[in-house]
């Protein structure tokens, strides 16, 4: 199992697809403002390899969106989630590399802490190596928690993750796949429920 690991950790340090790509131990800790800081669940990495443009901040929000959307820009690699004061919850992400980049309007189907990853056949096609499957956990390439993007009723096999690299923050990554550092994305998750709209940009 040990060398399976390695093999997925080496995968996304060179870039490589993780997208389409469990119970929670501890209690989140809440500081002023509503913010998750800090966390009694195990295998969380901080964020100090983040770029600093990329922390979690209040800013204003992407115009036209009703409140409790989540917008993404993938060019400029943040995620908003609008607030109902003018404001939105700006995080930075990670998105999908040239190639594997996604654009539309989805749903939250399904939300999950500490998933686990099923790699989808085109994935497996074309890495073989790869698990057929990986529970969730400290090691797993989506996080601590997942959003599962929806539409029409279907999955579209893209999520909103986290992970334990924060370095990749900022950076097209995945396979299209959005991706957070794991302190953001239970944040994230706290905050959202199921059919909430996702526009991706």
């Known amino acids: 199992m040990r060398s399976v690991l390695m093999r997925v950790a080496a995968l996304v340090l060179a870039g490589g697809p993780l997208a389409g790509c469990g119970a929670m131990i501890g209690t989140p800790n809440f500081a002023a403002g509503g913010f998750v800081t800090s966390f009694a669940e195990p295998g969380l990495a901080g964020d100090a390899a983040v770029d600093p443009t990329y922390r979690r901040q209040i800013v204003a929000a992407p115009k036209g969106y009703a409140p409790g959307t989540i917008v993404i820009d993938t060019a400029d690699r943040f995620l908003y989630l609008v607030q109902d004061d003018g404001k939105a919850i700006r995080y930075g992400v990670g998105v999908g590399r040239e190639g594997f980049l996604w654009h539309g309007t989805a749903k939250i189907g399904r939300k999950e802490e500490w998933p686990g990853w ?55 990554v995945s396979s299209g796949c959005i991706r957070m550092v794991n302190q953001d994305v239970i944040d994230l998750y706290s905050r959202v429920s199921d059919g909430t709209k996702v526009v991706v940009l």
């Open 118 to 172: 099923t790699p989808p056949p085109q994935m497996l096609k074309r890495q073989p190596d790869l698990p057929r499957h990986m529970d969730g956990g400290p090691d797993n390439p989506l996080g601590a928690r997942a959003m599962y993007l929806y539409q029409g009723g279907r999955d579209t096999l893209f999520r909103i993750h986290g992970s334990n690299e924060p370095w990749t923050i900022g950076h097209a």
